[in-house]
């Protein structure tokens, strides 16, 4: 039996799904933390299969070499400046009023009619360097005040927004999920900008404006009362309240937002384009690296945002620290992460996986959809589902010799697959709920259904562009 378990594809396929089972019971049932529930079975698995324990864990004398710690090694240096300047970019924004000078520009522009749009665009361009919940809680008094104004349901400016807030949040970095995927995957963060942003403005449209629009025609919630009052001096959007005075200018918001976007894509296609070893490509790889292009961008939002208008270098370093306290828990999870899928890797189940699904005819971007799915219904966190199902896949994804184009694409599948039908294991779920005054089934009519058709959409452009790349 235990010869079975170890070496036959059976044996090692069945050893992958009772651990991706007891994963399951420990974070759902058990309550488990997710970071301690993904150590505690990547090391059983790998003991069941038989991985000596010299090669797990290493000896007393040295431990750095074993799969534990080069497991979360592997990953953490590649992603952990990332996240970390991505987080404290988007703090100064938030702090400084970003926010709302973009979402009151945008509501200028196209009027009262067209203010689901700008709702819609505002969470699409203010989503990319500020995390999820912190968008709703910084732009839900502007859909308030859009709603008042308007007069209609909130549902109808709540959606487009929350779609665009969730579309970048998943698909698009310095956001933890995308992140860590590509880190895992071995993908160029350039390559997943543009696979993120061809893949997730066509979800956003069919999610955040044609269902957003048919939703909020039906689904008639009016702005409560305690909403209509924290929209207050805010009821005329165009000039909303800044509390740090003086608002920023929308170019230089808009500036700052590009610029770690604008020397990623430089880096990496700079690479490709320039002629090799020569002074330009060395100038683009080194603006271009991922970690550079950011402290660029939040040393210059520091100074912009912050020190020109006020802040002192306390405030700074309190915004700061407030900011990075959650990024802990991501980072621990995303380490254990890549842990479980170096224990997949080393085992052999990686590569059984790979010929179940050659040998089935199954597409590896599918079947990366499928689990991320099923990760993400099963357990709520979209950060989880990406993770752990980019452990699972990236053994499989190593035998098959993808272009960055195609990886980026199968990032781009898993983190789809992460966001289907939020319900109420999800934290989302009931921010969404009660940030917008939506009951339970208000709540799965209207949210959960975007966040489905967002991520079948998502997935079936990035389906389709597999086909092509």
Same mark, same amino acid.
């Given at each position: ?137 910084? +732009? ?82 009016? +702005? ?246």
């Amino acid at each position: 039996m235990i010869h079975w378990l170890q070496t036959t594809t059976g044996g090692l396929l069945t050893l992958a799904a009772v651990s991706i089972a007891v994963l399951l019971v420990l974070i759902i049932k058990v309550k488990v933390e997710p970071f301690i529930a993904l150590i505690v079975v990547g090391l059983l698995t790998a003991l069941a299969a038989g991985l000596p324990v010299g090669t797990l864990v290493g000896t007393a004398q040295k431990t750095s070499d074993s799969l534990l710690e080069k497991g979360f090694g592997s990953i953490l240096g590649h992603i952990t400046a990332i996240i970390g300047l991505g987080t404290l970019l988007g703090s100064i924004l938030e702090a400084s009023g970003g926010a709302r000078v973009l979402t009151s520009a945008l509501l200028r522009s196209f009027g009262e009619k067209r203010a689901p749009l700008a709702m819609g665009l505002s969470g699409l361009i203010f989503g990319i360097p500020v995390f999820f919940d912190i968008g709703i809680f910084v +732009l839900a008094p502007l859909v308030y005040a859009a709603a008042k104004q308007g007069g209609r349901s909130i549902v109808l400016y709540a959606m487009p927004l929350l779609a665009g807030l969730s579309i970048t949040h998943a698909f698009i970095p310095p956001h933890p999920g995308p992140v860590a995927a590509a880190g895992l995957l071995h993908v160029d963060l350039g390559w997943l900008i543009l696979m993120g942003a061809l893949c997730g403005i066509p979800a956003w449209f069919a999610g955040g404006i044609l269902y957003s629009t048919w939703i909020g025609r039906r689904v008639n919630v009016p +702005l409560a009362e305690e909403f209509a009052r924290l929209a207050g001096d805010r009821s005329d959007p165009e000039n909303p309240e800044d509390p740090a005075g003086g608002a920023p200018s929308l170019k230089l918001v808009g500036g700052i937002i590009a610029i770690p976007l604008v020397l990623i894509l430089a880096g990496t296609f700079g690479s490709i384009l320039l002629p090799r070893n020569s002074g330009a490509a060395g100038v683009a790889a080194f603006l271009g690296t991922p970690a550079i292009a950011l402290t660029i961008a939040t040393l210059l939002a520091s100074w912009l945002l912050g020190h020109r208008r006020g802040m002192t270098g306390a405030q700074l370093g309190e915004l700061s620290a407030a900011a990075l306290r959650p990024v802990a828990m991501i980072l621990l999870v995303v380490g254990a992460g890549s842990f479980f899928g170096a224990v997949l890797s080393a085992t052999g189940i990686g590569q059984a996986v790979a010929g179940s699904l050659g040998d089935a005819g199954l597409p590896v971007i599918l079947a990366a959809y499928v689990i991320s799915c099923g990760m993400r219904i099963a357990q709520g966190s979209a950060t989880v589902a990406i993770v752990t199902t980019s452990g699972i896949i990236a053994p499989t994804v190593a035998q098959l010799h993808y272009s960055q184009a195609q990886l980026a694409l199968v990032v781009v599948a898993i983190s789809a697959g992460s966001i289907i039908a939020s319900h109420v294991n999800d934290g989302g779920f009931w921010i969404v709920s009660r940030y917008f005054g939506l009951t339970v089934p208000d709540t799965l009519k209207t949210w959960t259904a975007l966040e489905t058709v967002l991520s079948v959409s998502g997935f079936a452009v990035a389906a389709l562009a597999m086909l092509v790349v």
